[in-house]
């Protein structure tokens, strides 16, 4: 049998078939394969024979392209078997038995009181962040068509259909496999920012909006099985986007992209809510004559009629019946609002909100609250989730930009100052401290000057707009130093901030190791600036903090950035508390281990105590957002399994016993295993062996976002993003970002400290969340990892003593980790532990085994004569890898 799924030989899947998932995968493999029949036969017995390379006359194009849609058709599976049995799970045990649910996390606390849940709950935000990373190959189109063979399969599950009924939904589930396959899944040329801004608007379009009161409704049914009675609160959830706000490294993002996010974001939610108002009021059908309205509730829905009624709503419509004349009047201001035109228009979203509460109360003082519980609360909801805006919209940008863009606006004025030197420190804090400003001509200042000041120009205009969270904070990525800080809020005066106080949060973000270490004494820098210290503290004693886990891992392997990360939080809740300030962490997480990515359940568990604090920011990337959100279930999920998440810590008030021989082991162990890492990216002719053994140059052809895959010309390991980083050794299966440097450092670790470290580390793995973490996350990254295939690419690499040299240390790192791991866990193979994932992944190592024969074989041809090569079967070879491995960067 074929490890690509159910097998890729009917017969074979149908004698397997033990449950609902494998059925499933059955029926989806007898689609499919009609499908390649019909389109591509030729490929066919290739396909369904599964072993050895590819046979020297087989065009790839159409064998890469059918698995790749199989490989789809597994997740999609996967994915609605996962759904079904949280389902059956609830309706059989109850919500507190389903992982991840409000219910569940309540349950582990048995004597919280009321009173200690609402303050909890009252404190909980947190927020999804999406982003446009290069790190999703499929168009909208595709996505769309895998959304809808996902509802196909949901209808499939009632078992209300006749043999005739349900023959058609599989004709249409085979109809939609096949329009994958005239679709195509490259993308012909690269997204623009506009192209990006649209595919995460249709996120909220297919599923979030929908899912945001479902979750609420979780939220509400958690609390009242528990307290017997409802909450007046709910879970705050957040979302944020970069998606036309990120210009990091990216210079087709501008001023004018980032207004067009902002405009068609809230075009998005008002066009959502005059449609969600006119099927609102086209079932609010009650007579004044028959449901009598208390006058105090009548007055209420007069005055919201009167509001409307100058803007389209015709003023007389539908006579006596007072509920649907109001609930059309909000609909006319909300499409005034949308339209900007009329003087019926909303001027804020608190306006909007508090009309649909008086309609909401009026229906409940006619006894109709399960009416307004069905019709309004859902919108209400909405509303102040998304406002008028669907998501907040960050701003990045490099540091390295606003220094050249303070120094120029200063070579303008006529001063030309080294960045770095105490002559440079004290302008800037005099300019700040000061009541005036020198005038600068912009016409005189260069483009990217102007660009920035044009940007932080509109982020004022955004706060003073109808929903002043529009617009988010300006993330500084790259932070070095208070300086770097100092000169965001210094542009920000320059752009007419004003001087005492502004009107705008500067967010650092910190990436590499260094610059972790040294985030607290920066903080403490900056709020000792009187203008930064009384700006950040005006939005309270929260300051938001983003932790890069990519650059941290690119410059110190996996191991060493998990023990900086978690150092790093703890120092600077320590460095703000000497401020009366407490942290807001935004974790800038991928969606591979080496990116951060994690069970968002057991990462947020393993975060510090005391620095969530019931508030969390996650961003959330490319192949990520689409695995998350593409469906109403899935999201639903999702944002309940990182909402209760949250919840548990934050209720979790059982005090933490301290472990200083914890804390000294991982320190030894993350220097080891850094030392070990860097040690490797240091061999002679490192570059060459990571350029040549992997197809990180040719990444750069595959056109999935519209980032460049460097933040400059340059070719050094600095100067390359963490995302092509990751993506070349995931590629290349080597993922050494994702457990290089760990056997180096726990057989140091038992050689030195002996039978006792052998105890300590035992202990560390039951007791310890982190140290358990890393663990779970390095042994599933070896299991992916092969170090046959590794050596397939390493042959690509001309210089045999180099290649040899590095290659070696690689394997005998890889093979000594596996050893300590075993030891470790006491078990005999690697990924025993995760029988699921083991699982997952034995459908598709076989076909991918043939696809990285043929990728090597592709980059060889192409390297040697480049004029002659077609790209794309190189390129679907990429996307087909990313695709089986479930993660690109």
């Not at 109709?368 to 989730?385: K, Q, S, T």
């Not at 790093?568 to 300030?581: C, K, S």
Request: charged share 25%; glycine share 8%.
């Amino acid at each position: 049998m074929n490890a690509t799924g159910a097998a890729l030989a009917p017969e074979s899947a149908v004698k397997t078939r033990v449950g609902y998932a494998d059925g499933l995968r059955a029926d989806l493999y007898e689609l499919w394969r009609k499908v390649i029949a019909h389109r591509a036969p030729q490929v066919l017995p290739v396909l369904e024979n599964g072993q050895g390379p590819l046979p020297a006359d087989t065009d790839p194009v159409p064998f890469l392209q059918a698995l790749n849609i199989w490989f789809h058709l597994l997740k999609i599976a996967e994915e609605n078997a996962e759904m079904r049995a949280r389902r059956r799970t609830e309706t059989r045990e109850g919500p507190d038995a389903v992982e991840g649910s409000f219910a569940r996390a309540m349950a582990q606390f048995p004597d919280m009181s009321e009173d200690e849940f609402s303050g909890a709950a009252r404190t909980l935000s947190v927020g999804p962040t999406l982003t446009a990373h290069p790190t999703e190959a499929k168009r909208v189109t595709v996505l769309e068509i895998h959304r809808r063979i996902y509802r196909s399969l949901v209808a499939l599950e009632t078992q209300r259909w006749t043999p005739h009924e349900r023959a058609e939904v599989m004709a249409d589930i085979e109809s939609e496999i096949d329009l994958l396959w005239l679709t195509g899944e490259l993308r012909l040329e690269r997204p623009t920012p506009q192209d990006e801004i649209e595919w995460g608007l249709q996120f909220f379009r297919d599923s979030l909006f929908d899912a945001v009161p479902q979750l609420y409704d979780r939220f509400q049914a958690a609390v009242e099985g528990r307290f017997d009675r409802g909450s007046g609160g709910h879970p705050c959830i957040r979302f944020h986007s970069w998606i036309g706000g990120d210009r990091d490294g990216n210079p087709n993002v501008t001023a004018d992209v980032t207004e067009r996010a902002i405009a068609r974001a809230r075009a998005t939610i008002l066009d959502r809510y005059e449609a969600d108002l006119t099927r609102a009021a086209s079932h609010a059908s009650i007579s004044a004559t028959i449901a009598a309205v208390p006058p105090a509730a009548l007055n209420d829905l007069h005055a919201v009629i009167q509001a409307g009624n100058t803007a389209r709503a015709p003023r007389h419509a539908n006579p006596g019946e007072v509920f649907r004349q109001a609930i059309s009047a909000i609909g006319s201001r909300i499409a005034a609002t949308r339209d900007q035109a009329g003087a019926a228009h909303y001027i804020q979203v608190a306006d909007f909100i508090a009309d649909l509460r008086r309609v909401e109360t009026a229906l409940a003082a006619v006894d109709a609250g399960r009416l307004a519980a069905r019709l309004i609360r859902p919108i209400r909801w909405r509303a102040e989730v998304f406002g008028f805006r669907t998501f907040t919209l960050d701003i990045r940008q490099n540091s390295t930009v606003t220094t050249r863009a303070l120094a120029d606006i200063w070579q303008c004025a006529g001063a030309t100052l080294d960045y770095g030197t105490s002559e440079w420190s004290r302008r800037l804090r005099a300019e700040l401290g000061g009541a005036d400003l020198p005038w600068v001509d912009r016409a005189a200042l260069a483009s990217e000057t102007r660009e920035l000041l044009q940007l932080l120009d509109l982020m004022r205009e955004a706060r003073l707009g109808a929903d002043r969270h529009a617009i988010g904070p300006f993330i500084l990525s790259m932070t070095r130093s208070c300086d770097d800080l100092l000169a965001v809020f210094l542009l920000a005066r320059y752009a007419g901030f004003g001087a005492e106080k502004l009107d705008l949060r500067v967010v650092p973000l910190f990436e590499t190791i260094e610059d972790l270490r040294a985030a607290p004494q920066i903080l403490d820098e900056l709020l000792n600036v009187p203008l930064a210290r009384r700006s950040l503290k005006a939005a309270g004693d929260l300051v938001e903090i983003m932790l890069g886990y990519s650059d941290s891992n690119k410059d110190g392997g996996f191991v060493c950035s998990t023990w900086e990360l978690e150092k790093a939080q703890r120092n600077i809740a320590r460095a703000l508390a000497g401020h009366g300030l407490r942290p807001e962490f935004f974790h800038g997480r991928g969606g591979s281990v080496s990116r951060g990515g994690a069970p968002t359940e057991r990462a947020i568990a393993a975060q510090p105590r005391d620095t969530i604090n019931g508030r969390l920011r996650t961003t959330e990337q490319g192949e990520v957002v689409s695995s998350k959100f593409a469906n109403r279930g899935t999201a639903l999920r999702n944002l309940e399994l990182l909402a209760s998440s949250v919840l548990a810590q934050s209720l979790d008030s059982r005090p933490q016993l301290a472990r200083p021989e914890f804390n000294d082991a991982l320190e030894a162990l993350s220097g080891i295993s850094q030392t070990a890492y860097c040690t490797l990216l240091r061999q002679p002719g490192f570059i060459d062996y990571f350029q040549q053994a992997s197809p990180v140059e040719e990444l750069a052809m595959l056109k999935m976002g519209s980032r460049p895959a460097r933040r400059s010309g340059a070719q050094t390991l600095d100067d390359l993003r963490a995302i092509p980083w990751v993506f070349a050794w995931s590629q290349n299966r080597h993922l050494i970002t994702g457990w290089y440097g760990f056997g180096t450092a726990l057989a140091s670790f038992r050689r030195v400290r002996g039978a006792e470290g052998d105890r300590l580390l035992a202990e560390m793995f039951r007791h310890s969340r982190l140290f358990r973490l890393i663990v779970d996350e390095v042994e599933k990254s070896l299991y992916h990892a092969d170090m046959d295939i590794a050596a397939r690419y390493a042959s690509l690499v001309p210089d045999a003593a180099g290649r040899n040299a590095i290659f070696d240390r690689i394997r005998r790192a890889h093979e000594q980790s596996c050893i300590e791991l075993r030891a470790l866990t006491g078990t005999s193979e690697i990924g025993e532990r995760f029988p699921n994932m083991r699982a997952r992944f034995e459908r598709v190592r076989g076909e991918l085994g043939r696809i990285h024969d043929l990728q090597v074989n592709l980059l060889s041809r192409s390297r040697q004569t480049p004029q002659d090569m077609d790209a794309t079967p190189l390129l679907q070879s990429m996307n087909c890898i990313a695709t089986g491995l479930g993660w690109t960067g």
